[in-house]
C-alpha cells in the first residue's frame, strides 16, 4: 500500500533563508512522486515532480527536491525563502509499477515565512 | 480560459437535502477526480473517471454519486447529505498514466447545517 508522511504540521523561516519541507513515502513499486502547494482558500497547484532519472529535481518558483532512495525521501527545498512562499504544501506519491491512478497525499505541511 | 472550473464555489445546504457540484476541463484531459479535504486539510480521493468509465471508489457512502457525461466533465451528486459532509470538495484533471501531473479546480465549500 503506498503512503506519504509529512512530519511537519508547520515550518517557519525567516525571508532569505533557506527552506526545506520534509517527506517520506512508502510505495511497493517504483515510486513518481509530486509536490503541490496550496494557497488560501485556492486549490492546489503543481510544483515539481519525480518520475526517473537525475534525483535533484526541479520545479516552479525556485523549488526543487531531491529524491533519496535510501532514505526513501523527497524533501521540498528552495535557497531563499520569500514571504510569498507561505502556503500549504502537500507531498504525494503513485505507485509507477501499477500503473495506477490512485494519488495518495500526504497531509500537508505549513509554511509561514516571516518577513 | 480556466482550465479546471467547479461550480458552485460555495453550497450552504441543511441535512437531509440532495445537491451536485459540478465540474469541467478545457485541457483535454482524459482523467477526472474528486476529492474531500477536511477541515484540518487533509486531502483524499473519492473517485476517478478515466475516458467516462469509473476507476477509483474510495469507500465513499453510496451517498455520493459520480456521473460524467463526456470527458470534460465529471459532476458529483450528493444524496441526504450530513454534517460530516462539510469539506472542501476538489475536482482535477490529468493524463492517464502514473506520471501525469493533476490540475485541481478552485473547489467547492460545503456547509451542511
Known amino acids: 500500500a503506498q503512503s506519504v508522511a509529512q512530519p511537519e504540521d508547520q515550518v517557519n523561516v525567516a525571508e532569505g533563508n533557506p527552506l526545506t519541507v520534509k517527506c517520506t513515502y512508502s510505495?511497493?513499486?517504483?515510486?513518481?512522486l509530486f509536490w503541490y502547494v496550496q494557497y488560501p482558500n485556492r486549490g492546489l497547484q503543481f510544483l515539481l515532480k519525480?518520475?526517473?532519472?537525475?534525483?535533484l529535481v526541479k520545479g516552479s518558483y525556485g523549488f526543487e527536491a531531491e529524491f533519496n532512495k535510501s532514505q526513501t525521501s523527497f524533501h521540498l527545498k528552495k535557497p531563499s525563502a520569500l514571504v510569498s512562499d507561505s502556503a500549504l504544501y502537500f507531498c504525494?506519491?503513485?505507485?509507477?509499477?501499477?500503473?495506477?491512478?490512485?494519488?495518495?497525499f500526504g497531509a500537508g505541511t505549513r509554511l509561514f515565512v516571516k518577513a | 480560459d480556466t482550465a479546471v472550473s467547479q461550480t458552485p464555489k460555495y453550497l450552504v445546504t441543511q441535512m437531509g437535502n440532495d445537491k451536485s457540484i459540478k465540474c469541467e476541463q478545457n485541457?483535454?484531459?482524459?482523467?477526472m477526480y474528486w476529492y474531500k479535504q477536511d477541515s484540518k486539510k487533509f486531502l483524499k480521493i473519492m473517485f476517478s473517471y478515466n475516458n467516462k468509465e469509473l476507476i477509483i471508489n474510495e469507500t465513499v457512502p453510496n451517498r455520493f454519486s459520480p456521473k460524467s457525461p463526456d470527458k470534460a466533465h465529471l459532476n458529483l451528486h450528493i444524496n441526504s447529505l450530513e454534517l460530516g459532509d462539510s469539506a472542501v470538495y476538489f475536482c482535477?484533471?490529468?493524463?492517464?498514466?502514473?506520471?501525469?501531473?493533476?490540475?485541481f479546480g478552485p473547489g467547492t465549500r460545503l456547509t451542511v447545517l
Open positions: 485541457l483535454g484531459h482524459d482523467t
Open positions: 510505495v511497493s513499486g517504483n515510486p513518481y
Open positions: 504525494a506519491v503513485r505507485d509507477g509499477d501499477t500503473g495506477g491512478f490512485k494519488t495518495i
Open positions: 519525480y518520475i526517473t532519472g537525475d534525483n
Open positions: 482535477a484533471s490529468g493524463l492517464a498514466g502514473s506520471t501525469d501531473t493533476q490540475y
